[in-house]
């Protein structure tokens, strides 16, 4: 709500009743300050001493003048009280000038019509508000949809990096959008909703700006969170609205991210649906019905959590089309920092697809990040341009947090954790399926004191179930060694143990890779259907039997992967050794480095 105050009368006037409401005030102040307030016994005596020279009594107070000890004559103010004898008092003791003073009329007209005339008021400024156009203050359920013009977004999808299939499934919007005649003429059916489904980063709102650029159409965009308000209705009010800026502007694109915050399952998490919330999917689902593709009208919505979505979103007639915006591969990683890199100067020497390999997993918005951050460290060291060893940096950065030079930990907590660290490198270098070690740290970085980074060798989508064993192993290397080195356990582990536990329970209830389970699965998400808030309802569709028994198989894989470890490094804690000095001298060292301790010299380890 940050609309500029309207300058209509209503406010003018509001503006000057206040002013005039505060210097009143202050001026009576000011009069009362020079009036001498008098008790009524003080006041009977002065009448008696004959000291009062005039007197007005109004109902509500007593006004009039005296003069004191010294002869200066005052004003006084006294509070009257039911005093049937103040007249013939007064009339005694010969004062000479005295008086009954009707109220004001304009306090008497204040006083009496004051609170209906402010009501009133109050209700003219709500109603001009709620009526007037779009401009008006509380004008709570226009959406706030922005219009982006369509020459001034010029994206198109050769800005679009990456994701060809995505883009190749929107073309056939973009024909639609470009010429709706063409396709009403032929009858054809045109979806009216598209979804995209995509990580955070993946760049789904950019894919949609594109889709209009490429048209050449008006583009309004919300997001979804907007129009959960905290008034019922409101957000339904907001839904209404979009979709009026965008019929009115036809051919037009809307876009919504962060549909999930709307279209969540209905009647998910406890005590039901949220009211609010629903009344804006309904309203939403009632606009997807009412409108029609001949309008030239698409909806575009964008969300990471398909599997909340309420399912009457999904069926035909509404977002009958789905699009998933993946996580870029390898190539498209690579043309993405190709993008971002043209913003910045950078050395010739800077080989991106290096980076490229360097970063699996990495969305788009990761990879700007990265750039961004390389050209910031360059500027930082006063370099013309950026070179490989800023972009090292800045891929540890978005990875784990800059590096925490601050923390100074004592000679003995450095070994601690150049032994923690060794012993997660040592089991990764050991066990055949886990990823190569790239880099071993001691330096601080984000929460963490050490770190061993892995990288896979190519890109993977498929993880086999000895991967995961030795991921597990390798997860508890730093735990493992610890224990062997010093005969005792530290929290520092902990980030390593829930990594650990996360993944074996997701062998044993959604992977199937337990055998005395089997392929079930136990997923509490798995049935499609979001039941009391995610904790409480952990495990409870599953028998006491089935639950013990999962917790059971969880447990021995977690117990072999440690077992493993600790079997590792026990039989290698001369390596340990060696590299916890190296650790302790150079801080950080690279696969070669690590390579370099470890030649020849690792042996198979029995069971
Ligand atoms: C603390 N941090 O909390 C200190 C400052 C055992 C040598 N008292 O396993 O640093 O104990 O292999 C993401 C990444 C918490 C989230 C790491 C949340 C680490 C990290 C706890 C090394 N390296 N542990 C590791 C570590 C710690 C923590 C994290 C996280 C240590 C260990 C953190
Ligand atoms: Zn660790």
């Not at 007209?109 to 508000?129: A, E, K, Q, T, V």
């Not at 892995?454 to 179930?465: A, I, S, V, W, Y």
């Not at 079930?520 to 409480?536: A, M, P, T």
Request: some cysteine; charged content about 25%; glycine content about 8%.
């Amino acid at each position: 709500m940050k609309e500029k105050m309207p300058k209509n009368p209503w406010f003018i006037f509001f503006w000057i009743s206040l002013f005039i409401i505060i210097f009143m005030l202050m001026n009576s102040t000011r009069q009362k300050a020079q009036e001498v307030e008098l008790d009524y016994s003080q006041f009977k005596q002065n009448i008696k001493a004959g000291m009062i020279s005039m007197v007005e009594v109004a109902p509500e107070i007593i006004k009039g003048q005296f003069k004191n000890e010294k002869g200066e004559l005052l004003k006084f103010k006294t509070k009257p009280m039911n005093d049937p004898n103040l007249v013939k008092d007064l009339e005694e003791n010969n004062v000479p000038k005295f008086n009954g003073v009707e109220k004001s009329w304009l306090t008497s007209f204040l006083l009496s019509w004051g609170p209906i005339i402010l009501l009133l008021l109050f209700w003219f400024w709500m109603m001009r508000g709620m009526m007037g156009g779009g401009k008006q203050a509380m004008a709570f359920g226009k959406s706030k949809a922005k219009a982006a013009n369509p020459n001034q977004t010029k994206v198109t999808f050769k800005d679009v990096a990456g994701c060809a299939e995505a883009k190749e499934e929107l073309q056939e919007i973009v024909a639609f959008l470009k010429d709706p005649a063409k396709f009403q003429k032929l009858g054809g059916k045109i979806p009216k909703g598209v979804l995209l489904f995509g990580a955070p980063g993946t760049g789904k709102t950019l894919l949609a700006k594109a889709v209009a650029g490429e048209a050449g159409v008006p583009f309004f965009s919300a997001s979804g969170s907007e129009f959960v308000e905290m008034f019922v209705g409101v957000g339904a009010s907001r839904v209404r609205d979009l979709f009026e800026q965008g019929r009115k502007n036809a051919p037009s694109l809307l876009f919504i991210d962060e549909i999930d915050a709307v279209g969540r399952h209905r009647f998910a998490g406890i005590g039901g649906g949220h009211d609010e919330r629903e009344q804006t999917l309904n309203q939403m689902l009632v606009e997807m019905d009412g409108f029609d593709t001949k309008e030239g009208v698409i909806l575009i919505a964008a969300t990471n959590r398909p599997d909340v979505l309420d399912p009457a979103l999904l069926r035909p007639g509404r977002f009958d089309r789905q699009i998933v915006v993946p996580n870029p591969a390898l190539s498209d990683r690579k043309e993405i920092l190709d993008v971002h890199a043209k913003n910045i100067k950078i050395d010739a020497e800077v080989n991106l697809q290096v980076i490229a390999k360097r970063t699996p997993g990495f969305v788009g918005a990761d990879l700007a990040n990265i750039v961004n951050e390389a050209a910031l460290l360059a500027a930082r060291k006063d370099q013309t341009s950026a070179n490989m060893k800023n972009f090292e940096e800045a891929i540890d950065r978005v990875m784990a947090g800059p590096a925490r030079k601050s923390i100074v930990s004592t000679p003995d907590e450095l070994k601690k954790i150049a032994y923690h660290e060794s012993g997660h490198t040592i089991v990764a270098k050991m066990l055949p399926k886990a990823d190569p070690v790239h880099k071993v740290s001691i330096i601080p970085r984000g929460q963490a004191l050490g770190l061993t980074w892995q990288l896979p060798d190519g890109e993977k989508h498929l993880t086999t179930k000895e991967e995961a064993m030795d991921k597990i192993a390798v997860l508890f290397g730093g735990r493992a060694a610890e224990q062997i080195v010093f005969n005792e356990l530290s929290t520092g582990a902990s980030n390593d143990i829930s990594q650990a536990t996360k993944l074996a329970t997701k062998m044993v209830t959604t992977f199937g890779m337990s055998d005395k389970i089997g392929p079930i699965s136990l997923d509490k998400d798995s049935g499609g259907e979001v039941f009391l808030g995610r904790d409480i309802s952990k495990n409870s569709h599953l028998s006491e039997k089935m639950s013990e028994l999962v917790d059971i198989e969880i447990k021995k894989i977690i117990d072999d992967g440690l077992k493993t470890a600790m079997a590792i490094l026990k039989k290698h804690k001369k390596i340990m050794d060696d590299m916890v000095a190296q650790l302790l001298k150079k801080e950080t060292l690279d696969s070669d480095e690590i390579e370099t301790i470890v030649k020849g010299r690792l042996e198979p380890v029995a069971g």
